[in-house]
């Protein structure tokens, strides 16, 4: 099975989430936290990959934005968002870790398990509007047999491989998961320490 490296993924999600669709604050809330997650990327884009998790860093909102050339209303918009979102402080993390599924008929499906709950509707509306992305959901449980939840998936084609970013309930985090009543690979790990290259 195939990882794609994280650089990859996440300047993808970037490009994503930098579209017209970012219109408002809370959309812009969404796109920080993509945005913070290519960020920390980028600094060990040769060494790390999908099955490492990033810690949330506090991210540079002023140049993001400048750089991506959105509107001072924007910028505005997204900043007043971002010192909204610190109450809720500390993200960390904004992964819950990387686990390779191996989907039928797919080596390259790489999934990503999401500390979200509460921004599944944002991160719908940033991807929804994307032409090579769907929005599904899939059935999680946490051991077999037991009650499952319906959980929100967002698959975005990532050059040779479909990148599948799944939102779970933060309260999951740290174990053994199901998908659609079938094991992941590695359990999503607690939300500290992260595993650094």
Known sequence: M???TLPDAFQAALRLAAREVVEDALDLRG???LAQAQSRARRHQDRLTLWHALPAAV???QSLFANAGFAQRQQQSALAAAAAAQ???PWHPLLLGAAAVGLPAD???VELALHLDEDEE???LLFEQQIRTRVSERLLSQRAGSPERRCTTITYAE????VELVLLPLSWRGRPLFVDGLPLTKAAPE?????RP
Do not use: E, G, I, Y
């Open 31 to 33: 796109a920080l936290l």
């Open 59 to 61: 991210l540079d909102h």
């Open 107 to 109: 080596d390259d499906c």
């Open 87 to 89: 109450r809720f402080q």
């Open 122 to 124: 944002l991160l719908r």
């Open 2 to 4: 195939r990882t794609t």
């Open 191 to 195: 939300a500290a320490p992260w595993p």
């Open 159 to 162: 050059r040779t491989s479909d």
